[in-house]
C-alpha cells in the first residue's frame, strides 16, 4: 500500500482502486465504527462522496477502506489558481448547499453533541459560561439537515474530470446548516484568514437567504465545542468567539 497522508491518529494508504484508512491502537473503536457507520448513511442520500467497502482489522488496527478518489483537493487548486479563489469559494459553498438539502434521519443529532461537548468543557470553560452556551444552544431553532462538521476545502477531493467528491464524514450530523456554516467560517478564519472567512459568510448568506446575524449566534457555540480538541495554536482564538455575546 502506498501512503498518501499521515496524522497524528491516522493514516491514509492508496491500495489499488481503494483508499484506506487505518487507525492507531489508541483511536476509540466507536468512534471508528460510527465513523463508517456516518458514511454509509450519508452515500445512501445520493451526495458525491467515495463509497464504503469495508470496516476491517489490520495488522492489530481498524480500519475504513472506501473508493480511492484520483484528483485534487479543492485546497490545492484554490492555492494554484489564486486568480479564480472567488469562483472556487462560490462551488464550494454550492457543494455544500447540496449537502444541507439532505436529510440522513439516522444521523446524531447536533444539538445532541454540542450540548455533550460543552458539558465536558470544565476545565477550560467556567461554569457561568457552559450555562450560556447551553442556553443558547437551547434556543437554536431544530433543524434535521445533513451537517458534514467539518465541511472545508481540504475535504473535497476534485477528480480529473472535475467532479467534486466530499470526504472525512467522521463529524456528520443532522441539525441546523446555520450551525455548518458557522463550523466553515471559523475554519477559514483559522486556517486562512478572515476576510476570507467573511467572503465565505457572505456567500453563503446570500445563496441560503439566510440572515448573516443567525449565522452568527451559533459561532460561541460551535468555537466551544472546537476546544474539546485541544489543538495547540487554536485555544486562544476560540476562546475570544466563545467571549462574543454581541454582534
Known amino acids: 500500500m502506498e501512503l498518501i497522508s499521515k496524522r497524528k491518529e491516522k493514516a491514509i494508504y492508496r491500495d489499488g482502486d481503494n483508499a484506506v484508512k487505518v487507525f492507531s491502537e489508541k483511536f476509540p473503536k466507536s468512534d471508528i465504527l460510527n465513523e463508517a457507520l456516518n458514511q454509509s448513511r450519508v452515500e445512501e442520500t445520493g451526495l458525491p462522496i467515495p463509497a464504503l467497502k469495508a470496516v476491517s482489522v489490520i495488522n492489530g488496527e481498524w480500519a475504513i477502506t472506501m473508493e480511492y478518489v484520483e484528483g485534487k483537493t479543492l485546497a490545492q487548486i484554490m492555492d494554484e489558481d489564486p486568480a479564480n479563489f472567488d469562483k472556487y469559494l462560490e462551488e ?31 476545565s477550560q470553560l467556567d461554569a457561568t459560561t457552559r450555562y450560556e452556551l447551553h442556553t443558547r444552544l437551547e434556543s437554536m431553532p431544530k ?41 466553515t467560517y471559523l475554519l477559514f478564519a483559522l486556517h486562512r484568514d478572515k476576510s476570507v472567512a467573511d467572503k465565505y459568510l457572505d456567500i453563503f448568506c446570500k445563496k441560503t437567504d439566510t440572515a448573516r446575524q443567525y449565522v452568527q449566534q451559533w459561532l460561541p457555540i460551535v468555537a466551544a ?17 466563545v467571549d462574543v455575546v454581541d454582534y
Request: glycine share 6%; aromatic share 6%; with cysteine.
Open 92 to 122: 464550494f459553498v454550492d457543494l455544500q448547499i447540496e449537502v444541507q438539502d439532505k436529510k440522513a434521519p439516522l444521523l446524531n443529532k447536533l444539538k445532541d453533541k454540542m450540548n455533550r461537548k460543552i458539558s465536558s468543557l470544565g
Open 225 to 241: 465545542s472546537q476546544l474539546v480538541k485541544r489543538i495547540p495554536g487554536e485555544e486562544e482564538f476560540l476562546k475570544s468567539w
Open 143 to 183: 433543524h434535521n439537515k445533513v451537517c458534514h462538521g467539518d465541511f472545508n476545502p481540504s475535504n473535497i477531493i476534485i477528480d480529473n474530470e472535475g467532479k467534486p467528491h466530499i470526504i472525512d464524514w467522521s463529524h456528520a450530523t443532522q441539525g441546523n446548516a446555520a450551525a455548518d456554516a458557522a463550523r
